[in-house]
T-cell receptor, first 114, second 113 residues
Framework: GAVVSQHPSWVICKSGTSVKIECRSLDFQATTMFWYRQFPKQSLMLMATSNEGSKATYEQGVEKDKFLINHASLTLSTLTVTSAHPEDSSFYIC??????????FGNGTRLTVT | DAKTTQPPSMDCAEGRAANLPCNHSTISGNEYVYWYRQIHSQGPQYIIHGLKNNETNEMASLIITEDRKSSTLILPHATLRDTAVYYCIVRVAFGGSNYKLTFGKGTLLTVNP
């Protein structure tokens, strides 16, 4: 079945630094990928839609300059949290779907900003 | 997208069937019912989806009422590993950059030994 892989699975960084999270579609090409964020005991919230070869589309209230998304190839999208602060600590999850198939999700990245 | 209503939590005994309800009274004719689950600290896992007919796969069965205003996800023999938050989502068919899923609060299913 379709596999979406995220790396790293967890990361700890200091306040003010930037962190990059990778999302790969392992056995299919994805022109579109989606990035979600989940705070403890809450549901997943869509942050942005990553489009291969073009700019990402951000949901209302998500700062595009803080959460940089790059979708440079058909199998890789990256989310960079710039100048991270403790309130950015969260569970970040990406997703993608093969053509005519349900959306599949990565296993998420736990970000802790100290 | 149509909204869904699910109970916040349910309990089930190990080995018994788990029946998870979902109300989606405003569903449109071209909207599918999708079920995902999220085990603690993992990404959501696709379970099953359907339009109007009942569906079954190796994981679960999906029963959709004739008027399509509600559905039930059935895990026929629940195990401890089925303890998770189950999300019922209504969405038009997959495909394209607009195919994004909106998650509600879901149902926390706890399978007890």
């Amino acid at each position: 079945g379709a596999v979406v892989s995220q790396h790293p699975s967890w990361v700890i960084c200091k306040s003010g630094t930037s962190v990059k999270i990778e999302c790969r579609s392992l056995d299919f090409q994805a022109t579109t990928m989606f990035w979600y964020r989940q705070f403890p005991k809450q549901s997943l919230m869509l942050m942005a839609t990553s489009n291969e070869g073009s700019k990402a589309t951000y949901e209302q209230g998500v700062e595009k300059d803080k959460f940089l998304i790059n979708h440079a190839s058909l199998t890789l999208s990256t989310l960079t949290v710039t100048s991270a602060h403790p309130e950015d600590s969260s569970f970040y999850i990406c997703s993608a779907s093969p053509p005519d198939s349900p959306l599949h999700f990565g296993n998420g990245t736990r970000l802790t900003v100290t | 997208d149509a909204k869904t209503t699910q109970p916040p939590s349910m309990d089930c005994a190990e080995g018994r069937a788990a029946n998870l309800p979902c109300n989606h009274s405003t569903i449109s004719g071209n909207e599918y019912v999708y079920w995902y689950r999220q085990i603690h600290s993992q990404g959501p896992q696709y379970i099953i989806h359907g339009l109007k007919n009942n569906e079954t796969n190796e994981m679960a069965s999906l029963i959709i009422t004739e008027d399509r205003k509600s559905s039930t996800l059935i895990l026929p023999h629940a195990t401890l590993r089925d303890t998770a938050v189950y999300y019922c989502i209504v969405r038009v068919a997959f495909g394209g950059s607009n195919y994004k899923l909106t998650f509600g609060k879901g149902t926390l299913l706890t399978v007890n030994p």
